[in-house]
T-cell receptor, first 116, second 114 residues
Framework: AQSVTQLGSHVSVSEGALVLLRCNYS??????LFWYVQYPNQGLQLLLK??????LVKGINGFEAEFKKSETSFHLTKPSAHMSDAAEYFC??????????????FGGGTRLMVKP | DVKVTQSSRYLVKRTGEKVFLECVQD?????MFWYRQDPGLGLRLIYF???????EKGDIPEGYSVSREKKERFSLILESASTNQTSMYLC?????????????FGSGTQLSVL
């Protein structure tokens, strides 16, 4: 079954610095990959979604992710961190179950802290 | 604006109590999910439902049951709460319009079992 691994449970950057959050998927190339964000005291919301074709995906709030088959990776980046980006970020992949293949397996999450 | 509402933000229960967590969505979604969120473990699926009265076990169903009598409501039941069920519980819904429709999440219920 598909799974994702997020390297680094906590990442700390200074405001204005590059944000890089890492996600690697297992084995076969998934048809979809997702990044979700959870702001404090809120549920998760979709940040961006990869579908087969375009390798660079742009999401909300200036985030983007690049699908690299050779590295089995789907890392999330943002050129310049803002204080409001402090949140927990989850990578997710369909695990092939569910009535429309739409059940997701989530990574362990990465908490992003932004220092002033 | 789409909405998934969880009835309680914080809940404190005693070991052995029967606990009901309620979730309501207003988007006419077919699919509804219950996840628990624990630090370092991400989200783990407890149960999901793809239609009224239909349910399937997720990855960690032990100690839990669910009920879906109406399309908009999906309840998670802890028959006899235990301390290892202390966690954040997240409800989500999605449409079956196409594969891999995005999930809409509620704000979560932080359950403490003492």
């Amino acid at each position: 079954a598909q799974s994702v691994t997020q390297l680094g449970s906590h990442v700390s950057v200074s405001e204005g610095a590059l944000v890089l959050l890492r996600c690697n998927y297992s084995s076969s190339v998934p048809p979809y990959l997702f990044w979700y964000v959870q702001y404090p005291n809120q549920g998760l919301q979709l940040l961006l979604k990869y579908t087969t074709g375009a390798t660079l995906v742009k999401g909300i709030n200036g985030f983007e992710a690049e699908f690299k088959k050779s590295e089995t990776s789907f890392h999330l980046t943002k050129p310049s961190a803002h204080m409001s980006d402090a949140a927990e970020y989850f990578c997710a992949v369909p695990n092939g179950r569910g009535n429309a293949g739409n059940m997701l397996t989530f990574g362990g999450g990465t908490r992003l802290m932004v220092k002033p | 604006d789409v909405k998934v509402t969880q009835s309680s933000r914080y809940l404190v229960k005693r070991t052995g109590e029967k606990v009901f967590l309620e979730c309501v969505q207003d988007m006419d979604h077919e699919n509804m999910f219950w996840y628990r969120q624990d630090p370092g473990l991400g989200l783990r699926l407890i149960y999901f439902s793809y239609d009224v009265k239909m349910k399937e076990k997720g990855d960690i169903p032990e100690g839990y049951s669910v009920s879906r009598e109406k399309k908009e409501r999906f309840s998670l039941i802890l028959e006899s709460a235990s301390t290892n069920q202390t966690s954040m519980y997240l409800c989500a819904s999605s449409s079956s319009g196409g594969s891999n429709e995005k999930l809409f999440f509620g704000s979560g219920t932080q359950l403490s079992v003492l």
